[in-house]
């Protein structure tokens, strides 16, 4: 049975996917403990960075055909592809950069996981590619969609329509990682990196990402409304409308920022 490990060191948590003997497949267990791990790390206030990498020989394999081969079509699309769209989904959105230490390969599933993190730093020897189709079925965790947005609609058609793979060299001349490292060093270089993030304003980051994240037309409205009530919430308007609701008074906004 497979689960997602969390270490937290200092500013920086480490999620690592473990089903080492299924290559990091995911089955729904496996969704709801990334869930879960995304709860726990966006909880801890001391966390400015998160790094997702998967334990043994490969990043991930994606979706475990025989998790979702035996379903009918309506629990397809509702119990697998949409409740892996939410899961990767909230992965997308943590408060904190993600930095996805690609130390195998990334395929797939896999490949949306990797993609919904703001940094790929991949190993030398890994490859990369959506064959979806190849078994007559079409990336569903976001892989058109975000994917799209990240890498560019043309490098999505090349891997999803013609089937190719990538090497790492060929990801980062595409754009799909940002650095190629020697095999067995992506986690640490991933440190490396986090550690630099660590050090500039987490509030300014968090800004930052859910601005990007519109910019790149992600969202949805979520970074707009966000951003707003945090605005808000810092008014004296606010502990005005508060404290008069506690009161049982009419408020008396003075228009205070």
Known sequence: MGEVKVLIEGHIAVMTVSRPEKLNAFDVDMLKALA??????????????????????????????KAWGGMQANEFGHAWVRFGHRIFERLA????????????????????????????????????????????????????????????????????????????????????????????????????????????????LEISKLLIASANGEDNGAAVEALGSILAAKTGDLKEGVSAFAEKRPAQFKGEW
């Open 93 to 204: 959105t943590l408060r904190m950069p993600l930095i996805a230490a690609l130390n195998g390969h990334a395929l797939g599933g896999g490949l949306e996981l990797a993609g919904a993190a703001d940094i790929r730093i991949a190993e030398s020897q890994i490859k990369i590619g959506l064959p979806e189709t190849g078994l007559g079925m079409i990336p569903g965790w976001s892989g058109t969609q975000r994917l799209v947005k990240r890498f560019g609609a043309q490098i999505v058609r090349r891997m999803v329509l013609g089937g190719e793979m990538f090497s790492a060299d060929e990801a980062k001349a595409n754009g799909i990682v940002d650095a190629v490292v020697d095999t067995g060093t992506s986690l640490a270089a991933a440190k490396d990196y986090a550690s630099r993030i660590a050090l500039r304003g987490p509030a300014a």
């Open 36 to 65: 879960a791990a995304c709860d726990g790390v966006e909880a801890n206030a001391t966390v400015r960075v998160a790094i997702l990498t998967g334990e043994g020989k490969a990043f991930s394999a994606g979706g475990d055909i």
